[in-house]
């Protein structure tokens, strides 16, 4: 296994689209794999493909305690949503930075698992949050993107200045 380095915003990658997987073989179960221990390692309770630079609809969370959980979605579709959720959110590729963004309070998402068989889940509170979360890095959108333009060059110009400083 392997830890895969965690694209920072505002880099241009984030906001590729990924591409449904065709298949999922060996490549996948192994990049399944890389990104959870990724994730574990940071540590995160989830992360998308596009935030290791692999441009697939593949995500992988785990909101447990006890980091045993895992959950993987591989070409997850939201399939019904209902209520609205206020939840404070952070991110692997915006370091330190925790802002609240309004989504759905449920969701019901339908995906493949590692083995490429076909399952439903429903999910609220954490759980839904994170889904929602991971699945818009796949369509390229970071969750800052939801804040108010002021917002979001305040947090641009501090990111670019703490990247120039670690350099
Ligand atoms: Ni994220």
Redesign the pocket.
């Known amino acids: 296994m392997a830890i895969l380095k965690i694209l920072q915003y505002p880099d241009e990658r984030l906001h590729r689209v990924a591409k449904k997987v065709a298949q999922v073989n060996e490549t996948t179960r192994k990049l399944v794999r890389n990104m959870a221990e990724t994730m574990y390692a940071a540590p995160g309770v989830?992360?998308?493909a596009t935030?290791v630079d692999v441009h697939e609809r593949i995500i992988v969370l785990d909101i447990s305690e006890t980091h045993d959980q895992l959950k993987v979605f591989i070409n997850p579709e939201i399939i019904a949503s209902s209520g609205v959720s206020d939840c404070e959110?952070g991110?692997?590729?915006?370091p330190g930075i925790y802002e609240t963004v309004s989504r759905s309070g449920k969701v019901t998402v339908r995906a493949l698992n590692e083995k490429g068989a076909s399952f439903t889940l429903d999910a609220e509170g954490l759980l839904a949050v994170c889904i929602q979360?991971?699945m818009d890095?796949l369509i390229g959108k970071?969750?800052v993107e939801y804040l108010s333009q002021l917002k979001q060059t305040r947090i641009r110009a501090k990111l670019k200045k703490r990247l120039r400083e670690t350099m």
């Open positions: 989830g992360l998308a935030q959110e991110c692997l590729s915006v979360h991971e890095h970071v969750f």
